[in-house]
């Protein structure tokens, strides 16, 4: 470094970052952090991180297994033979569907992760790949790094999404290698049924597409029917794979434990990569992954249970408070439509005027895609009391602004009558 001249361009002389936008997320976060170190009591529904306890059976697992000095050694990259076979009676019962623990399953630091990784797996220079939008980052920005190229489809599940699938395997040079697929979805909500799943399958075999289905919300729904695997379609062994995560279904954020499944080609591949990358999660954590999936499975019901109570409060009071919004049928979010007298400022700007007026922090729709333009994701990971005091401080806010529009409005007529 000379005179300081090489920090100033560190950052732009790197191919890989350069690929990459600002990131959205960073302005409320940071403002957040801000006014935290003010003193300010920030309700955040912005970042979808889980806070209920670990169940206590999962945890004493863990416990156990660190006492084990023989489990502080290096692990397996792929995960234990244990995780894997227990991940692979988790699909048994779940969908149904028969996996190989040793060529069809591999243990992922998190499904973001494995999603990351597989997209160096598959990815050359080019290629196109076709992504949700709005979706979460990584779905599009695992390829991005890996030097492909991304052509958007609408998130949804109706003939739009084949109709848009169809014209973008038509019409893109070269012809799309992979098709990411993400329900129920984040940040949308939406789900997806079989049919959709056999459509989809159908034609990507049809166009030689390699699909990847991210299910990270598998056991967090509100409806009678749980959402399905792309998997329980015949066929879809050939082509696809499938990503799930402990991270939801067992209030486990913080320990990385994730899966990916399914086509044994594609699961290889992505084994060889992190084989250069790690060696696996900490051996107990493994363990303990385990025994949440072989154990008792009261837990998730009693987690659903807390997300459907804060959803159904969350949707009641907003809408008391003046800002109705749809409720979701899945995930740990609620995909709001910016208020018609915001809808002017885009999201961004909406979410950090709550966060300064209302103290409420949310995610900007357009953090998850140029479509999620006009919407916030709201993440129930705030108890009813705090959900309840976050809609009455929004009640205030949306009063206040009202109320100076009413105010600004008379004196632009009289202005223009005066012209």
Same mark, same amino acid.
């Given at each position: 470094?000379?005179?300081?001249?090489?920090?100033?361009?560190?950052?732009?002389?790197?191919?890989?970052?350069?690929?990459?936008?600002?990131?959205?997320?960073?302005?409320?976060?940071?403002?957040?952090?801000?006014?935290?170190?003010?003193?300010?009591?920030?309700?955040?529904?912005?970042?979808?991180?889980?806070?209920?306890?670990?169940?206590?059976?999962?945890?004493?697992?863990?416990?156990?297994?660190?006492?084990?000095?023989?489990?502080?050694?290096?692990?397996?990259?792929?995960?234990?033979?244990?995780?894997?076979?227990?991940?692979?009676?988790?699909?048994?019962?779940?969908?149904?569907?028969?996996? #190989?623990?040793?060529?069809?399953?591999?243990?992922?630091?998190?499904?973001?992760?494995?999603?990351?990784?597989?997209?160096?797996? *598959? +990815?050359?220079?080019?290629?196109?790949?076709?992504?949700?939008?709005?979706?979460?980052?990584?779905?599009?920005?695992?390829? *991005?790094?890996?030097?492909?190229?991304?052509?958007?489809?609408?998130?949804?599940?109706?003939?739009?999404?084949? #109709?848009?699938?169809?014209? %973008?395997?038509?019409?893109?040079?070269?012809?799309?290698?992979?098709?990411?697929?993400?329900?129920?979805?984040?940040?949308?909500?939406?789900? %997806?049924?079989?049919?959709?799943?056999?459509?989809?399958?159908?034609?990507?075999?049809?166009?030689?597409?390699?699909?990847?289905?991210?299910?990270?919300?598998?056991?967090?729904?509100?409806?009678?029917?749980?959402?399905?695997?792309?998997?329980?379609?015949?066929?879809?062994?050939?082509?696809?794979?499938?990503?799930? +995560?402990?991270?939801?279904?067992?209030?486990?954020?913080?320990?990385?434990?994730?899966?990916?499944?399914?086509?044994?080609?594609?699961?290889?591949?992505?084994?060889?990569?992190?084989?250069?990358?790690?060696?696996?999660?900490?051996?107990?954590?493994?363990?303990?992954?385990?025994?949440?999936?072989?154990?008792?499975?009261?837990?998730?019901?009693?987690?659903?249970?807390?997300?459907?109570?804060?959803?159904?409060?969350?949707?009641?009071?907003?809408?008391?408070?003046?800002?109705? *919004?749809?409720?979701?049928?899945?995930?740990?979010?609620?995909?709001?439509?910016?208020?018609?007298?915001?809808?002017?400022?885009?999201?961004?700007?909406?979410?950090?005027?709550?966060?300064?007026?209302?103290?409420?922090?949310?995610?900007?729709?357009?953090?998850?895609?140029?479509?999620?333009?006009?919407?916030?994701?709201?993440?129930?990971?705030?108890?009813?009391?705090?959900?309840?005091?976050?809609?009455?401080?929004?009640?205030?806010?949306?009063?206040?602004?009202?109320?100076?529009?009413?105010?600004? *409005?008379?004196?632009?007529?009289?202005?223009?009558?005066?012209?």
């Amino acid at each position: 470094m000379v005179g300081g001249r090489r920090d100033k361009r560190v950052n732009s002389d790197f191919h890989r970052i350069r690929r990459l936008p600002p990131y959205v997320f960073e302005q409320v976060n940071k403002l957040k952090a801000q006014a935290r170190a003010r003193g300010d009591d920030i309700i955040d529904f912005g970042m979808g991180n889980p806070d209920m306890p670990t169940p206590p059976h999962i945890v004493q697992k863990l416990i156990e297994t660190v006492r084990d000095t023989r489990t502080s050694r290096y692990s397996a990259s792929r995960g234990i033979q244990g995780l894997r076979r227990a991940q692979g009676a988790y699909y048994a019962r779940r969908f149904g569907v028969k996996l #190989n623990p040793e060529t069809e399953i591999v243990a992922t630091l998190g499904s973001k992760e494995g999603f990351a990784n597989m997209a160096q797996a *598959i +990815t050359g220079p080019g290629d196109v790949i076709l992504v949700p939008n709005p979706t979460y980052p990584i779905h599009e920005f695992g390829f *991005i790094m890996s030097g492909g190229v991304i052509r958007h489809l609408p998130a949804s599940t109706d003939s739009a999404f084949m #109709n848009s699938l169809s014209r %973008a395997v038509r019409h893109s040079v070269p012809k799309p290698s992979a098709l990411v697929l993400n329900y129920p979805a984040n940040p949308t909500a939406l789900v %997806a049924g079989l049919d959709f799943y056999r459509e989809v399958v159908g034609f990507a075999k049809k166009h030689d597409l390699i699909v990847l289905s991210d299910l990270a919300y598998a056991e967090i729904y509100f409806g009678d029917e749980p959402p399905p695997s792309i998997l329980e379609v015949p066929g879809a062994m050939d082509i696809a794979v499938e990503f799930t +995560t402990l991270s939801k279904t067992y209030a486990m954020p913080g320990w990385r434990m994730g899966f990916a499944v399914g086509n044994e080609r594609l699961i290889n591949a992505l084994s060889r990569v992190k084989s250069y990358l790690d060696y696996g999660a900490f051996t107990p954590i493994q363990v303990a992954a385990a025994a949440a999936l072989n154990g008792p499975q009261d837990c998730i019901e009693e987690i659903r249970g807390i997300y459907r109570r804060r959803r159904d409060c969350l949707v009641d009071a907003l809408t008391r408070s003046g800002w109705p *919004i749809p409720a979701p049928a899945a995930t740990m979010f609620a995909w709001a439509p910016v208020p018609d007298m915001f809808a002017h400022l885009g999201s961004l700007e909406f979410s950090i005027l709550l966060l300064e007026q209302a103290s409420v922090a949310v995610s900007p729709g357009v953090g998850f895609g140029e479509y999620g333009e006009g919407y916030v994701r709201i993440a129930l990971v705030e108890n009813e009391q705090r959900i309840r005091q976050a809609a009455r401080n929004i009640r205030k806010f949306l009063a206040e602004s009202a109320k100076s529009l009413h105010n600004v *409005i008379p004196l632009a007529s009289k202005a223009t009558r005066t012209l």
